[in-house]
């Protein structure tokens, strides 16, 4: 954390106030393999939090980390002032934390209604599903075919009749349909178009504008740095830059040696 690219955004505004999410020196294993070495970072309330970095870095093992799904051995996941540590996905979920996997994880054989109904069936007889948050978003299932008019025109297909741009929408509706308050974004763009891409971004802004809190993984700089306040670099499990899109843009060294990018490319 000492490095000099691990500057603190710069930027001002709702980072001020007391974090949605934070995720204190979290030790994540798979069996013996050490995968995250010691990460922190913390995410508020509408506001979109990039994670960039090489295949394999842990960019997914810090989403199922704070999910719940591969749990840290060491170090600490709050959420609205509540230790996640020791809690299975479902009261995660039911905290408010949605998740959009990577590779979508939609399921090909339900239909586009199924799939979203999905965790509805899971999460909607708790009432804690949605109580106590004083965001302005309220999703049900006519507001996320309102969103998502494409998959209106496909309530009936199997998700798996779907173009990858519509299974991309159908993930993301089905974490809507959990009402949460925070999303987790595993790559969202990966596969897209760069048409579908645009529509990613625009998609991203709208849920942020409506209150929700995203943690992005994305691949795609371009994308993450036109939508995200604040982004994290990871390599081989450890943060190695945390600063503004702007900040980023300019850390040439950052982009050249964790992200493969070449500074004259950014300009
Ligand atoms: N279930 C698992 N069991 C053992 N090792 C795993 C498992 N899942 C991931 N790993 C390893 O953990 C490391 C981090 O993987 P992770 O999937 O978090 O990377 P990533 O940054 O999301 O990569 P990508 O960009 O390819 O999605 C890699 O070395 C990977 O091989
Ligand atoms: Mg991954």
Redesign the pocket.
Known sequence: MSSPTMSSPTMSSPTMSKPLLTVSDIHTY??D?Y?LQGVSLTLHKGQIAAIL??????????I?SVAGL?PPRTGDIVYRDISLRGKPPYAIAQAGIAIVP?GRRIFRSLSVRENLMLPTSVLARSSRASNGRQTGQRWDFDEVLKEFPQLAERIDHPGGSLSGGEQQMLSIGRALMANPEMILM??PSEGLSPRLVLQAQEIMRRLRARGHAILL?E?NLELALSVADEVYV?SS?RFVFHGTPAELAKATQVLDQHLGVSGAKMI
Not at 53 to 62: A, E, F, Q, W
Request: no cysteine; net charge positive; aromatic share 4%.
């Open positions: 798979y069996g393999s995968v970095g090489r295949n394999g870095m842990g960019k997914t093992t810090l199922r591969t990577q595993d790559e993984v691949q990871l499990g």
